[in-house]
């Protein structure tokens, strides 16, 4: 993300840094979900899994929750600009997908690694756009329709951004990362 700061086209200097910065933040935010659906599950998951299994697991809980997002990422890094592209990875519908595979892998196949993995990858995928749409709102049912849903404040919906940076909920998605490190210390941490 650094390496896209200083094409900004829209904004200069401080703000660029800012909107960077606040973006990066944003984008770890929305690991912390991913993060403990794929720690808290670890208990369940079968002792004949393979350690590229487990891997698979872990980058597709961690990877679902800021897939939505690569769009943005593309714009800002290869195209000069901070904004989305395409309004399908924000809607609900298409999230709805990993939920029926889920679905069919746990009641229909009873395939239990599948599960587990479309079970990761729709937590991820939903949480992105519940944490969305408390924060900024975002159309859960585009195509459709183009309305944007949630419970987004005016102060963030009509300055995007550079509001949501002046915000009180930038304190609680730095309260989610901070409670995200402190469980990776624990669980890395050699006593
Ligand atoms: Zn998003």
């Known amino acids: 993300m650094e390496s896209g700061a200083g094409k900004l086209a829209t904004t200069d200097g401080f703000l660029a840094d800012a909107v960077v910065q606040g973006s990066s933040l944003i984008f770890v935010a929305h690991l912390v979900p991913g993060y403990f659906a794929a720690s808290l599950s670890q208990p369940e998951w079968d002792s004949g899994w393979t350690p590229l299994q487990r891997k698979v697991l872990w980058a597709a809980a961690l990877s679902s929750t800021v897939i939505p997002d690569a769009d943005v990422v593309y714009n800002v890094i290869f195209r000069g600009f901070f904004n989305h592209s395409t309004l399908y990875t924000h ?5 709805l997908i990993p ?8 009641f229909i196949f009873n395939w239990r690694y599948g599960a587990m993995l479309f079970g990761l990858i729709a937590i991820g995928g939903l ?12 159309p859960l049912l585009y195509p459709l329709s183009d309305q944007m849903f949630g419970t987004g404040p005016r102060q963030i919906v009509e300055h995007g951004v ?5 915000h009180p909920f930038m304190l609680l998605e730095i309260g989610m990362i901070a409670f995200m490190l402190r469980s990776l210390r624990n669980r890395f941490l050699v006593v």
Do not use: P, Q
Not at 91 to 95: D, E, G, M, N, Q
Not at 127 to 138: F, G, Y
């Open 91 to 95: 809607s609900l519908l298409i999230h």
């Open 162 to 166: 550079v509001g949501y940076l002046t």
């Open 127 to 138: 949480s992105h756009i519940a944490l969305d749409a408390i924060v900024h709102n975002t």
């Open 99 to 106: 939920v029926l595979l889920w679905v069919l892998s746990k």
